[in-house]
């Protein structure tokens, strides 16, 4: 038995140590907003917050997840820069097809957590991990510069 906080709930699931909690949340416990792309790491659209730090969901295995702190995209707008970011993205429309904003969106309360005032280097910097296909990440950035204004 697996047990952590999702989005501030106790979970307890019965899953092998070595399934991927991308696979968990989607599967098991409806959460789908966390997308899986590559399911490599390198795309990002997975992430989701571990105590706090923006991670890969489809490198993180059921048993890295006990006793923790996981935040999905579900659970954003409880976080301190959550409303902050969706509005800003909003306001510049950061997203055509949607399926990284839930990675980018995480991504980015990760980074404001440790780091509310991030110019646009550092923002850029903190998305490396993230592809997005539509866009060309301009409107992404803008998005989340409005959210640290
Ligand atoms: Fe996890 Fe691409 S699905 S990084």
Not at 22 to 28: F, G, V
Not at 52 to 59: D, R, S
Not at 92 to 114: D, H, K
Request: proline letters at 4%.
């Amino acid at each position: 038995m697996i047990r952590f906080t999702l989005n501030g709930t106790p979970v307890s699931i019965a899953a092998p140590p070595d399934r991927s909690l991308a696979t968990i949340l989607r599967e098991d416990l409806g959460q789908t907003g966390s997308k899986i792309g590559c399911a490599i790491g390198r795309c990002g659209a997975c992430m989701v917050l571990l105590d706090g730090q923006a991670m890969n969901g489809c490198l993180l295995m059921a048993w890295q997840v006990a006793g923790r702190q996981i935040t999905t995209i579900e659970g954003i707008a409880s976080h301190p820069a959550g409303a902050a970011l969706l509005r800003g993205l909003t306001e510049e429309n950061a997203f055509q097809c949607g399926y990284c904003a839930p990675g980018m969106v995480i991504a980015l309360a990760g980074l404001l957590a440790t780091t509310p005032a991030a110019d646009a280097e550092t923002i850029k910097a903190a998305l490396t991990g993230n592809l997005c296909r539509c866009t060309g990440y301009h409107s992404i950035l803008r998005g989340a510069l409005r959210a640290v204004a």
